[in-house]
């Protein structure tokens, strides 16, 4: 494997694979001395056109701990200042010998445009709302171990909130059918996108309708630029209609588990702390980030490719 | 390193009674040298030194009946010297519940060949905590060192080529050499 652009890309074979190879990481993240040196003398750039806490933190923190060398390149103090395309940019990136990119963008695409322009490994760590594979590698991962299920048959995930705008859902809706569950979207259909029926999903307006069926409800940050754009009229009624409130929180099933990739926005989507969710996955999300993030880096870079998918 | 035993041209090394002896040889030395068991860890390599780590351990506590040895597991593919150089195959998950600080360790493989499979070990085991001492403990030593490293307890001394393939299980020790390898 060179690339890990899209879940599409990885295939099955890939997630599996990666999945079990997180298994591993995950063990060192566990040692007194969380270190191996399995990546020495490799070299990851990161690219961060768009903000990030979490992604950018957890990979830079999976980079160090296979001891490769990190590159942080700060767009708002780097020569795109000056006028410098992304081609030479990265071109510059290139000539100073590095393995991988981890690239962030609001433009679709940008990480397989990258790809033609070095010879370097490109992960994609969020493109316009296009694709997002890390982040559905750690819920995928999350939901596993939460669940010690191998494959997510018979698995019941409603997907609530932006799925327009979302590159999380993107990624998601195909790894979790993927790996054999059925998905449900929630949203107003202002929050559709115009060709969701074509996805492999079935698609609800009413969050109450659906709470007490799932196995995982899966909520989406509502940026709240979307109510200026005219999408939602008020946050007050989106958050009355799709936000996860005490009183929903007592309609789901009593083992089902309750996700979101951050950041939260508490009082919108997160009507409640979750802490006050019995079965809150959202700090597993965060921790297991690290060790996902380390699998992803080791299969593309030292593995010498050991697992499927296409390149 | 379980390669097919099955094939008409290996040769049996050690039989399955031999292997046995050997491992209660080896406790036996084990508590000798370290004067009992105090202080003591066992730590088998994956995949192919658990089962020996496993079996020593439960011969040890056999003859020291007053205190269990703990035994972990260690998969050392992430602290090789040849990554990048052929496909990892990563064993099971390293298990070592344990704290190694101040303990006399004991590294079990199976087969010790060019050494570096046990530096990687060493190298690992610092992840888990500073061992007072660690000593090797193999079932069979093939020769061909290619680091300075000799073990301490050791089954059967095998002379081999380097084309040879060796596989050590319970049934027994077998040597299949390559036939594709110019001698």
Known sequence: MKHLR???????????????????MAE????????VPALRGRTIASLFFEDSTRTRLSFETAAKRLSADTMTFNVSTSSVNKGESLRDTVATITDMGVDAF??????????????????????????GAHQHPTQALVDCYTIREATHAQNFSGMKIAIVGDIKHSRVARSNIQAFTLLGASVVLVAPPTLLPPDVSHWPVSVSHKLDEIIDKVDVLYMLRLQSERMAQGHVPTLREYSEQYGLTHKRVLALKSDAIVMHPGPMNRGVEMQIDPSDVKNSLIHRQVANGVSVRMAVLFELLGSGSSLGGQA | MSKSESSSTSREAMTAADVRRAIVRIAHEIVERNHGVDGLAIVGLQRGGTWIAEEIAAQINNIEKEVKVPVGALDVSLHRDDIGMRPVSLGAISNIPFDLSGATVVVVDDVLYTGRTVRAAM????????PRAVQLAVLVDRGHRELPIRPDFVGKNLPTHRADEVSATRDGVFVTPNPQAKP
Not at chain 2, 123 to 130: A, D, V
């Open chain 2, 123 to 130: 190298e690992g085991l610092n992840n888990y905590g500073r």
């Open chain 1, 6 to 24: 899209s879940i599409d890309e990885l295939g099955l074979d890939g997630l599996t694979g990666l999945l079990q190879l997180t298994d591993h």
């Open chain 1, 28 to 35: 060192i993240n566990q040692r007194p001395v969380p270190k």
């Open chain 1, 102 to 127: 981890v690239v962030r963008h609001k433009s679709v695409g940008i990480p397989w445009q990258i790809s033609q322009w070095t010879s370097a490994s490109i992960i994609n760590a969020g493109d």
